[in-house]
């Protein structure tokens, strides 16, 4: 049983390029979470999503920042014009019933801008 | 909204008993999580309270008192592989996300 699974696990982008980021989650899960976290830090709520919709984007950077979980494929995170203060590592988690207490993560994506 | 505070760090040797506490403050909320994350790993889901009292999940018990605005994480008989880090995390009433603390760094010596 497959579980949620994200690429690329590190990525590495020049300052002004976009970022792409992806998430599949749990099989039978459909609330898609992201979150960002620096070193030493916590989880930063960013998004939460349904299919085809974002229920609370309050987490999110009002410029730049976009995410989608489409019906078919897995969320994406965008990240346009990408400056050093983006890198962290992005995490995404699922749940089956939601907004949920108890989230299955992924390995996160380590995202460095240089 | 939340803030919720834990100790930064603690050091246990094995077979040791550690306490991580949480503190927080929110008008209202759901339930206290706990969240364990190795070397910047996934993190994994420990337990949950949404009432008041002990929950015993093997080594692991958490406790929680809404009139405390208090909790806490209970790791028994410490092991190597405990070693991590350890969240908690609230949802307000009425709110989707979870608000994480910064977490507790615990570190198990032989």
């Known amino acids: 049983n497959a579980g949620v699974m994200q690429n690329p696990r590190h990525l590495v982008r020049r300052r002004g390029q976009e970022a792409r980021l992806r998430c599949s989650p749990m099989?039978?899960?459909?609330?898609v979470y992201w979150y960002r976290q620096l070193p030493e830090e916590g989880l930063k709520f960013m998004v939460y999503?349904?299919?085809?919709?974002?229920?609370?984007e309050s987490g999110m950077p009002k410029e730049r920042f976009s995410a989608e979980f489409p019906k078919e494929g897995p969320s994406i995170l965008r990240i346009q014009q990408v400056v050093r203060g983006d890198s962290a590592a992005y995490f995404c988690?699922?749940?089956?019933?939601?907004?949920?207490?108890?989230?299955?993560f992924g390995p996160g994506t380590r995202l460095t801008v240089t | 909204g939340q803030s919720l505070e834990q100790p930064s760090e603690v050091t246990a040797v094995e077979g040791a008993i550690v306490q991580i506490n949480c503190t927080y403050q929110?008008?209202?909320?759901?339930?206290l999580s706990w969240y364990q994350q190795h070397d910047g790993g996934a993190p994994t889901f420990l337990s949950y309270?949404?009432?008041?009292g002990l929950e015993e999940t093997g080594r692991f018990s958490s406790f929680l008192s809404r009139s405390d605005s208090y909790g806490y994480l209970l790791l028994q008989e410490l092991q190597m592989k405990d070693s991590a880090s350890y969240f908690c995390?609230?949802?307000?009433?009425?709110?989707?996300?979870?608000?994480f603390g910064a977490g507790t760094t615990v570190t198990v010596r032989a």
């Open positions: 988690a699922s749940s089956k019933a939601g907004p949920s207490y108890e989230q299955y």
């Open positions: 099989k039978g899960h459909s609330h």
């Open positions: 999503l349904q299919k085809e919709n974002i229920i609370d």
């Open positions: 929110t008008s209202g909320f759901y339930g």
């Open positions: 309270n949404a009432l008041d």
């Open positions: 995390a609230v949802r307000d009433l009425g709110d989707y996300k979870l608000s």
